[in-house]
């Protein structure tokens, strides 16, 4: 897989011909929205201020006639995992760039490296990267479309993002002034910037969420932060196929044609696509669930360069792409955060008027001429580029690069452009913004979102109880969260359908949801991981159940791995086959903590801790405390060392024992598993990497119900333990009772390693 397609999956929209966007009514750059609303600006500081940093960038963009920079990029990407944190993928790329206010930008590329840690240690190939020059190389560039500028072809953040910064944002957007600080200067020496709050007047995905820090004597830029206003869910779908061939990508529905935004945009305007097309991307929509791409946290930092030009040194990005299928009474899908950090290095400036800096070229010819050399490939004529493109130098030997002195580090090893404690300080300010009021509403999406029956195929199931169901739902956005009904009618019969009704309310540092349910679930009441059946499901009717009652849960924030949780449930279990009725009430939290082990040969340690504590029928308390250490060793290979306890106390029924064997999560090698009040487990992993997995050698070790149970077995890892291929082979010299010791493949998947 390249790191083009790589990023393409996970960014969703890297593939720059596959994107397609329509542009709703907008107010065109350089006009004055008619009639601005009289509320926009709260207090007469954010006014002041706003309207500073608008008349002041257009001027200040003729103080400059060009500089050279030396700008570096980073991007990571983790796999949604539930048991630890793990690296999926990094890139880095640095490169030397001439800006020029009246002459093409000139980049040439230093060095470019992209791993895949699951790959293998020494995986490395050339990473063609972000190239952030494209958007991030003019100083006085508009700050707010970074946010879809690293996701998507350059024209389209123009287009998508109605900036705070544009003329008349003040039909979007609120301003209100706050607290003032002290920005570190980059030759010592601190200077006083005031934030300024903006608040979006609806929920979109062209809005932002902002908090603007503005040196109030200069009004430059001193930082600059923001989100969406609105996750990208119902608007991104996926596109198998564009204009007769299979092209996988993704299409960003921003809203309704605009004969005006169409001329500005005629090339990347998609032609209407064929039935053929039409129904492959419309069925693989309505199949799979909907993905959910947000941008939760852009920082973009500026230095003032020799206290007289407030020039960008830092950006960092934060998203993550996550399944949206989340109930109180199901499990919350795992997501894949994506970071991205670039800096400016900012080696000399030529001001207006002013000779150029000896040493550093003087026009983007004579930058071209000396950082060129034979064989080296450029992507434009300089001659034929405009102003405001980038011809760009790549070397020839493109192994040279992936090994280049000048690369930085991974953003998993180095610092980044902007600390975590203030991005998860930001990130909270902004999360916590919400939006305003007034204004002009009228490009407002609807709140309403509907999945009709019939069509909706992810909504469709069979299995014995219900036969066909169909399913339907209805959500509403609000400004703090979402509500969702969903409902499945089989036809088997008449019997009330099944039901769920979820709210969702999202906190700076939590989300909490709350749910009311009549949902139908496989296996029997109360058995551990009975869930709902899926799309086709066969057997008998007794080995279902309805479950209703009601649950709140907390869960960390969308982008995050579910490390901490906490759910409140009240719900009756009916066996289907018995009419036998279990009433419970109850809570249960958990706790799955990970450091470290993100690069190969490091250290890394975690694992769990839960508890449930049930009343009613059959009161009880379960509990489970597991560890995990990987140490790396000599000649490549790594050890892994588990070992867990889990009890149950009171009065369980069978299906609230705990249980080893079976699945293998705690113990392979045994044909069937063997309950129990009290079990232990220890495991010994011996790992060594070779190409893009890893061979193991592993023992088992687990006591259950008095007994002790043994397994040895080799192993397949992949994708740093998120699959593993295993053939154990069980030992257990005490023949009294308990499931075979068999020799046995298993298949795992999220693993500790």
Not at 584 to 589: D, F, I, L, M, N
Not at 665 to 678: F, N, Y
Request: charged share 25%.
């Amino acid at each position: 897989m390249t790191p083009r397609l790589v990023r393409a999956l996970v960014l969703a929209g890297a593939l720059a011909n596959t994107i397609a966007a329509q542009t709703p009514d907008t107010v065109l750059a350089g006009t004055v929205a008619s009639g601005p609303t009289r509320d926009a600006y709260l207090d007469d500081t954010a006014r002041r201020l706003v309207l500073g940093v608008k008349a002041t960038r257009d001027t200040a963009r003729q103080s400059l006639d060009s500089y050279t920079a030396v700008i570096r990029e980073r991007l990571g990407a983790e796999f949604p995992s539930f048991r630890r944190d793990r690296p999926w993928f990094h890139g880095e790329r640095a490169a030397r760039v001439r800006w020029s206010r009246d002459e093409p930008s000139v980049v040439h590329v230093l060095g470019a490296r992209f791993r895949d840690p699951s790959m293998g240690p020494d995986h490395r190939q050339f990473f063609p990267g972000l190239r952030t020059e494209r958007f991030a190389t003019d100083p006085f560039v508009d700050p707010f479309t970074f946010g879809y500028s690293v996701v998507a072809p350059a024209t389209l953040p123009n287009t998508t993002t109605l900036s705070p910064l544009e003329p008349g944002s003040e039909r979007h957007y609120q301003f209100r002034s706050g607290d003032t600080i002290s920005v570190q200067l980059l030759g010592g020496g601190t200077r006083q910037a005031v934030a300024v709050t903006v608040t979006p007047r609806y929920a979109s995905i062209r809005l932002m969420s902002a908090i603007m820090w503005i040196d109030p004597e200069s009004f430059g830029l001193a930082r600059v932060a923001y989100r969406l206003a609105k996750p990208v869910d119902r608007e991104i779908s996926w596109q198998l196929r564009t204009e007769g061939r299979w092209r996988p990508g993704f299409h960003v529905d921003i809203g309704p044609d605009n004969p005006v935004d169409s001329a500005l945009t005629a090339d990347s305007t998609p032609t209407r696509p064929g039935v053929f097309d039409r129904l492959v991307n419309g069925a693989f929509n309505n199949l799979f669930p909907r993905f959910e791409m947000d941008i939760s946290t852009v920082v973009a930092d500026y230095g003032f360069w020799e206290m007289r030009h407030w020039l960008l040194r830092g950006v960092t990005w934060r998203g993550h792409i996550v399944a949206e299928e989340v109930t109180a009474s199901g499990v919350a899908p795992p997501a894949v955060p994506v970071t991205i950090d670039w800096t400016l290095e900012i080696e000399g400036i030529r001001e207006s008027g002013a000779e150029a800096i000896p040493g550093t070229p003087a026009t983007a010819a004579e930058a071209l001429g000396l950082w060129q050399q034979e064989g080296d490939s450029i992507s434009a004529e300089l001659a034929a580029a405009d102003p405001d493109e980038t011809v760009t130098i790549t070397p020839a030997n493109r192994d040279a690069l992936t090994t280049s002195d000048v690369l930085p580090p991974s953003l998993w090893e180095g610092d980044r452009a902007v600390d975590d404690a203030t991005l998860e300080r930001i990130a909270a300010e902004l999360a916590s913004i919400g939006t305003g009021e007034g204004g002009d509403r009228t490009e407002a999406p609807s709140p309403w979102l509907l999945d009709p029956p019939g069509t909706t195929l992810r909504l469709l199931r069979y299995n014995p109880v219900e036969h066909v169901s169909v399913g339907t739902r209805l959500r509403r956005d609000f400004g703090w969260g979402r509500a969702a009904l969903t409902a499945r009618v089989g036809t088997a019969g008449l019997e009330l359908p099944d039901i769920d009704l979820t709210v969702q309310r999202n906190h700076p540092g939590h989300r909490m949801l709350v749910s009311f349910y009549r949902t139908l679930r496989d296996g029997h009441p109360g058995e551990r991981g009975a869930g709902r059946p899926g799309i086709y499901v066969t057997g008998d009717p007794a080995d279902f159940h309805w479950s209703h009652g009601a649950a709140i849960r907390f869960l960390p924030p969308a982008g995050e791995r579910n490390w901490l949780s906490l759910r409140l449930f009240a719900e009756q279990d009916a066996d289907i086959a018995t009419d036998t009725r279990r009433n419970r009430v109850g809570g249960a939290a958990a706790w799955r903590p990970w450091w470290g082990g993100f690069e190969s040969g490091s250290f890394g340690g975690g694992g769990r801790a839960s508890v449930r504590a049930s009343a009613g029928d059959n009161p009880h308390v379960r509990a489970v405390v597991e560890g995990a250490l990987l140490i790396p060793l000599p000649s490549r290979l790594s050890l892994g060392i588990q070992a867990g306890t889990a009890r149950v106390w009171g009065d369980p029924a069978p299906p609230d024992l705990w249980r080893i064997g079976g699945s293998g999560r705690w113990l392979r090698g045994h044909a069937e598993s063997v309950r129990g009040s009290r079990i232990h487990m220890t495991r010994v992993d011996l790992q060594r990497p070779v190409t893009f997995l890893r061979l193991s050698a592993f023992g088992d070790w687990a006591r259950a119900s008095g007994r002790n149970f043994q397994a040895v077995g080799l192993g397949l890892v992949f994708m740093d333990g998120m699959m593993r291929l295993d053939v154990a082979r069980g030992l257990r010299w005490d023949r009294a009772g308990g499931p075979d010791a068999v020799l046995r493949l298993h298949f795992l998947g999220d693993t500790f390693f």
